[in-house]
């Protein structure tokens, strides 16, 4: 496979990974506005609870979502797969931009909202695993980790346009404008550009070693029976790996916007523009970390960021408690440096753990049992912390937990950098 093939799907895999988070962040950034436009007739902290358990209720079925998606990859194709994933997660995204809030529809708007949410995040489970399966496919065995960290710098990248959007409406428009109508335009305009992006994903090429195994009719006939009778020892260690990262995305992206604009009292555009620096600052170091794991392995730069998020966790809270924006800048830019290395090589790692016939569908199990468990419950485990303790720095403990929980199950798990692909 030339160069230019290489370098086509490297893109795909940034561009619909970067479209589909996009419009999957929105939601968690819109949390102090959405929460008030769905549950108006609670209390601020009661509606920004109620709106964090839908964002938990979808992730319940993430599971069930990388199941069909991942066996759907192992079965189909790893393209076809994210292709559908930007169409339906625009979709989704673009109903939720013209569902009626609760003053017009009642209880069946939030019912809505959460079906809505249920499907979208049962779309993007497997992506991730996906797009990686498609990159380290390629057979470049020495720059797998290098190549397949575009897949987490795309999804970054999805959460930097998202937040970018918010903060864009929140210059042009008065916060009064913005939860009458102007939350909705980002929601819109995403189905445009996921279907472009969809188009685009149509000239790209399908994974080689897929379209090898199918050729020669080596395609597994049940991807999830074989994932479970041959590779629990894998989906377990899957497991462990994606706590970490699951923990640091949804803290930043499902508690801290809500934080920074109601309990330290940063406007929203400070509050944006804080949460925009600390992602681009990940994105940016996502593949300098996967170039480091092709040198000296997966493991240890997965050790290094959850020891970096022990580390950093208290300073980070004593800056962003001060609520000025300048500190808050540096508080989440040091916790955008750990962030960075586990990110990094979640997915590479995840996926060099299975064979070829259970790739995805093995990656996806694992992977979105993390996410559901550590990533979706994130938000609410810290606002009810958050309100008995009313401090801050009691969440410190949270985080340290799950870093040393991660570290062990890196710790008593074997490099996968050296792994046969094929």
């Known amino acids: 496979m030339n160069k230019k093939v290489h370098s086509k799907l490297v893109a795909a895999a940034i561009i619909g990974n970067t479209i589909a988070w996009a419009d999957f962040a929105l939601y968690s950034y819109f949390a102090p506005i959405l929460s008030k436009v769905f549950f108006p007739f609670a209390s601020y902290s009661t509606s920004l609870l109620l709106y964090s358990l839908i964002f938990a209720v979808g992730f319940l079925f ?105 903060y864009l409406i929140s210059v042009e428009l008065s916060e009064e404008q913005i939860h ?52 629990m020892s894998s989906l377990f260690m899957s497991f462990g790996y994606g706590i970490m990262m699951a923990m640091g995305n949804y803290f930043l992206l499902g508690f801290v916007p809500s934080f920074l604009s109601h309990s330290t009292h940063l406007s929203l555009k400070e509050t944006n523009l804080a949460i925009l620096v600390s992602l681009l600052i990940s994105t940016l170091l996502i593949p300098v970390c996967g170039y480091i794991s092709d040198r000296v392995g997966r493991r240890p730069v997965m050790a290094f960021g959850a020891i970096l998020f022990i580390l950093v966790s208290y300073p980070m809270f004593f800056f962003i408690a001060k609520g000025q924006l300048m500190y808050t800048i540096i508080g989440l830019s040091m916790y955008a440096v750990a962030l960075a290395p586990t990110s990094a090589v979640l ?26 468990f550590a990533g979706g419950l994130t938000p609410v485990i810290c606002q009810q912390i958050y309100q008995l303790t009313g401090d801050i720095y009691s969440l410190v403990y949270y985080i340290t937990l799950l870093a040393l929980t991660h570290l062990l199950f890196v710790i008593f798990s074997k490099e996968t950098k050296n792994n046969a692909i094929d």
């Open 180 to 231: 009458l109508w102007g939350w909705r335009i980002p929601f819109l305009s995403f189905l445009v550009i996921g279907l472009i992006v969809a188009y685009l994903l149509l000239k790209v090429d399908e994974s080689p070693v897929f379209l090898a195994h199918q050729k020669k009719g080596e395609l597994t006939k049940n991807p999830i029976k074989a994932s479970f009778l041959n590779q």
């Open 62 to 166: 993430r599971p069930i979502g990388g199941l069909i998606s991942g066996a759907y990859a192992d079965r189909y194709g790893r393209k076809k797969t994210l292709l559908a994933t930007v169409v339906i997660s625009s979709v989704c995204t673009a109903l939720i931009g013209i569902l009626p809030g609760y003053d017009q529809f009642g209880y069946y708007s939030i019912v809505l909202l959460v079906l809505i949410r249920i499907f979208q995040t049962m779309a993007i489970s497997a992506e991730p695993t996906n797009s990686t399966a498609l990159l380290i496919e390629l057979g470049l065995n020495e720059r797998r980790g290098l190549i397949s960290s575009s897949v987490m710098c795309g999804v970054f990248l999805g959460f930097s346009v998202g937040i970018l959007s918010f």
């Open 347 to 372: 997915t590479t790692a995840i996926t060099e753990m299975f064979p070829f016939e259970t790739r995805c569908t093995g990656g996806a199990i694992g992977y979105n049992i993390a996410l559901t």
